[in-house]
């Protein structure tokens, strides 16, 4: 009853029906949570008990409603998926045709379990045909999988329209979860579990229910680890693979396998046989295609696809030299002829609780549940005896007293009750009685009935002691699962192992040189910044000769091979690497060499060179400061380059030496022409900085510096076009501590301050 000091709320005041005033962070938290929930268990998951998620459920249910034997005949996929969305999964039916393709794909599922009739789609990815084409029936495995709906093993519940029922879970012995494995992303989780082979995760159950309390690590005597569909190599190592299964995380390093087949005179082709599961075939071909287009890999000349109903990818190499492992292991890095399977053991336990497990975690809890299975299965059966012994119990008292019943039923109007009181009957026994037909009654029928009960009383204690012994339901476990192993061993065509479990190395970094063929080349840059590559090695001296745009002309010069890399010293201190291979070729004027790296504009160049990893480099800046780095330091692999010298404002790189064999000392000269010469060791070796001053100046900075071999003394070239040079012996007046001012050079020295 409202409070009568409260004034009325007027119409336009009432909140619009379904409208809630609530804060909007809360509202949506809670409808995400809602959702995520049932991505989680009712989606992406799969239960540890079946190893299904529900759509795969309720197509495997719909196809035994529709009693798709594996000795039946098939019917229309449309059928069953007209009747799994109609009955039990009110979802899209192109979702649930994919997932039951996937069931029929022996490339998706180590043991499928749709038997597909059509086009379900191939390894190469290309996709089933539309479910009006194609046939459908359950395989033995499935048939395994429910074995014991019937039984009362499992609860069912009422489908999401209350019309039918559907099981909660599938109670079959065959170990689905382990078996195909399974994959799917829910909200903030995921799962990825590979095949295995069933035999071997037999043994490994067996041996956990002879051995409740063993190390996770003693199962991997038994479980070797995944067997893909597909093949391939496992080759990471034990102590990796049991790690993996200990934890439930991890990943397994899948690799192609392949052999050698000789052509003759000296040719021969590797053949890929196995790929990694979940690679598609023709994506992984036309991978391997644009290496070859886009020259990545010089030493392979060509693929093909000479596949049919097996594997066969033919890998032909560019000459009879190339190494075959050189040549494999290059693929294995590029391509997916080896990648990685995660492995994320997240499932659903009977408490639908999504958690991360080990591999003896996973074995424990199934054997619980075919524990529980195996005790519904026995009380149910139980039941059935009772109810069969209650009724035989009444047909021998029929027998024993069949002339009185027969009276009793033709003189009486209400048999039933009378022979109940008469004979002490059950309401059961005395309906059973009058439904019996005439030709029943003949004596040899009591004997039969006889036996009957008697083997029922028989398999009844059975029972009552496996019930009441867990020994006693541990012993028939293991029996059971021995008779499903005859079906899936190893010697079987269908269990034998198809993944071999060999440890490898990782696949080998090969270098560049391996990967390009090795050609002379003559580079030569413009002053403008215009790079070209010239086959073979051309005259140096011959490079003026070469045409350059107008207003342009030769800057650098030099002789390289194709498997060189090229660095380019700017202004700003930064060294940038071009692939020689990579080079534009003499034809023409080239292309600019701002296209091939991220060099500032307005930044001159300073020098172009090919690296050596064993040569040392002597840089100096306008200030007068500079130091030694190693090629191989300096080598760039972006095309934003790397940064080695530290510039003060107003400062630019102008120095760029490579030290000589047998190189001691360092001349400098400033631009104020004053020359100082001191030892090399002086100059420390560094990766990136400043360095140390060189030489000191009141005006100007440095103009050149050179190292030498001081007891050879100090040359310049001369000028003119003599080709001379002047060497200057005694260098005495010119040796000096770094950092000195130094004094004027000898005479002769050249007026533009450089050593040439």
């Not at 597909?116 to 495995?141: C, H, K, S, V, W």
């Not at 066969?312 to 075959?324: C, H, K, N, Q, T």
């Not at 012994?469 to 059971?480: E, F, G, I, V, W």
């Not at 070796?685 to 005006?699: A, H, N, P, S």
Request: charged residues 30%; hydrophobic residues 40%; negative net charge.
């Amino acid at each position: 009853m409202s409070d009568a000091s409260e004034p009325p709320v007027s119409p336009e005041d009432e909140p619009v029906n379904g409208i809630i005033d609530a804060p909007f962070d809360s509202a949506l938290s809670d409808r995400y949570l809602v959702y995520a929930l049932s991505t989680i268990t009712a989606r992406s998951l799969p239960d540890l008990r079946d190893g299904l998620k529900p759509v795969h459920r309720r197509l495997l249910w719909a196809m035994r409603q529709l009693k798709l034997d594996p000795t039946g005949a098939y019917k229309k996929s449309a059928r069953v998926v007209g009747d799994t969305i109609g009955k039990y999964h009110p979802h899209g039916d192109t979702s649930v045709y994919d997932a039951m393709v996937r069931l029929a794909q022996d490339f998706s599922l180590r043991f499928p379990l749709v038997d597909g009739q059509g086009n379900f789609g191939n390894i190469d990815g290309d996709n089933a045909a539309a479910y009006r084409y194609t046939e459908a029936r359950l395989t033995a495995a499935a048939i395994e999988l429910m074995a014991g709906l019937d039984d009362g093993t499992v609860d069912y519940k009422p489908t999401y329209n209350g019309e039918e029922e559907e099981p909660e879970i599938f109670p079959g012995l065959f170990p689905n979860l382990l078996a195909n494995g399974a994959s799917g992303i829910a909200v903030g989780m995921a799962t990825s579990i590979p095949p295995h082979n069933v035999a071997e995760v037999i043994d490994a159950t067996t041996h956990l229910i002879d051995n409740p309390k063993c190390e996770p690590d003693e199962l991997m005597q038994f479980v070797l680890g995944p067997d893909f569909p597909t093949g391939g190599q496992l080759v990471d190592s034990a102590a990796s693979i049991a790690d993996a299964y200990r934890t439930g995380r991890g990943s397994f390093r899948i690799r192609s396998r392949w052999n050698v087949e000789d052509q003759g005179r000296g040719t021969w082709n590797a053949v890929v046989t196995e790929i990694p599961y979940g690679v598609q075939k023709g994506k992984l071909i036309e991978a391997i295609a644009n290496l070859i287009n886009d020259k990545k890999l010089p030493i392979l000349a060509d693929v093909r696809d000479e596949s049919t109903e097996d594997i066969r990818i033919v890998l032909e190499p560019r000459s009879r030299s190339v190494d075959a492992e050189t040549l494999m292991d290059s693929l294995f890095r590029l391509t997916d002829l080896e990648n990685k399977f995660p492995l994320n053991l997240n499932v659903l336990g009977a408490d639908r609780t999504p958690r991360v497990l080990g591999l003896k975690e996973v074995l424990t809890q199934w054997i619980a549940h075919q524990i529980e299975v195996l005790v519904r299965r026995s009380t149910h059966r139980l039941t059935k005896i009772d109810d069969r012994v209650e009724l035989l119990d009444g047909y021998l008292i029929t027998y024993l007293n069949l002339d009185r019943v027969i009276e009793i039923i033709r003189t009486e109007d209400e048999p039933k009750a009378v022979m109940m009181a008469e004979f002490n009957l059950t309401d059961r026994q005395a309906e059973a009685i009058l439904n019996m037909r005439l030709r029943s009654l003949r004596k040899l029928e009591e004997m039969e009935i006889r036996n009957e009960r008697d083997k029922l009383l028989a398999e009844r204690a059975e029972l009552a002691a496996l019930i009441e012994s867990p020994a006693r339901q541990r012993t028939k476990l293991k029996k059971d699962l021995a008779a499903l192993r005859t079906r899936y061993g190893p010697e079987t065509l269908l269990g034998k192992r198809r993944t071999l479990v060999e440890e490898a190395a990782l696949a080998r970094e090969i270098p560049l040189e391996a990967m390009i063929e090795k050609e002379p080349i003559t580079v030569i840059m413009s002053q403008r910044g215009w790079v070209r590559a010239m086959k073979g090695h051309a005259a140096l001296d011959a490079a003026d000769a070469v045409k350059f745009k107008e207003g342009d002309g030769p800057a650098f010069a030099f002789h390289a091979q194709t498997t060189d890399k090229i660095l380019l010293a700017a202004e700003d201190g930064r060294f940038f690497t071009l692939a020689a291979d990579k080079l534009p070729g003499g034809r023409g004027f080239g292309e600019p060499v701002r296209l091939m790296i991220d060099l500032p504009d307005g930044v001159g160049i300073v020098d172009l060179f090919p690296a050596r990893a064993e040569e040392r480099i002597l840089l100096a800046a306008s200030d007068g400061k500079g130091f030694v780095a190693k090629a191989s330091e300096i080598v760039a692999e972006t095309r934003k380059g790397k940064q080695v010298v530290n510039l003060r404002t107003g400062a630019k790189l102008v120095v760029v030496r490579i030290i000589g064999a047998g190189h001691d000392y360092v001349a400098a000269v400033g631009d104020n022409r004053k020359l100082v010469v001191f030892p090399l060791e002086e100059l420390p070796e560094m990766t990136r900085g400043q360095g140390v001053t060189i030489q000191k100046y009141k005006d100007g900075g440095l103009s050149d510096a050179v190292s030498f071999v001081f007891a050879e003394g100090l040359s310049w070239a001369m000028g003119g076009d003599s080709g001379r040079t002047r060497t200057e012996s005694d260098l005495t007046m010119w040796r000096v501590a770094r950092g000195a001012a130094g004094r004027m050079p000898p005479t002769g020295f050249p007026r533009n301050n450089r050593f040439g």
